[in-house]
């Protein structure tokens, strides 16, 4: 019975734990190895400092369409800034628009507080956020 319990324990522990649960599982968009750090000091990131505010930004080695990070008030969101419901081309950049991303090539919408867009597949690609005083770190 002991055994048996032991078991389930470590079982439920070695399973059951995980640090993130990102789903990045999107056909239309690659998975990339990066890293960026937004210095909210710095004028082209200063809007980052209030809530409902959205920049676009360029890691080296990230997605081609950049990312967009986005303060919901309670921290920060960071997407890919590619369309997710379509593969990439001229017009699947995503556009902000106070808090939403639109898609140019069919007008989807994504809110930037939650990355769904109502009856989409996918909603945008999430990548992880780190907030270090000033600085807001994205990375995959």
């Known amino acids: 019975m002991k ?16 640090k993130d649960r990102f789903n990045n599982d999107n056909p239309f968009l690659p998975n990339y ?11 082209i990131y200063a809007s980052l400092k209030f809530t409902g505010n959205a920049v676009k930004a360029f890691p080296a ?6 990312i ?12 890919d800034g590619a369309c997710p419901n379509q593969a990439l081309t ?10 939403n991303a639109n898609c140019p090539c069919n007008s989807e919408n994504y809110n930037l507080f939650t990355g769904q867009s109502p009856g989409q597949q996918y909603e ?7 907030v270090n005083g000033d600085v807001v770190r994205v990375f995959n």
Do not use: H, M, Q, W
């Open 90 to 99: 001229t017009c699947s950049t995503l556009n902000i628009s106070g808090s």
């Open 3 to 18: 055994k048996t319990t032991l078991l389930i324990i470590l079982a439920t522990f070695i399973f059951g734990c995980s």
């Open 124 to 130: 945008l690609k999430r990548y992880r956020v780190e």
């Open 61 to 66: 080695n990230g997605p081609s369409r950049g």
């Open 33 to 43: 190895n990066f890293s960026i750090d937004l210095n909210t000091n710095l004028p």
């Open 68 to 79: 967009i990070v986005f303060n919901n008030g309670s921290g920060f969101n960071a997407f």
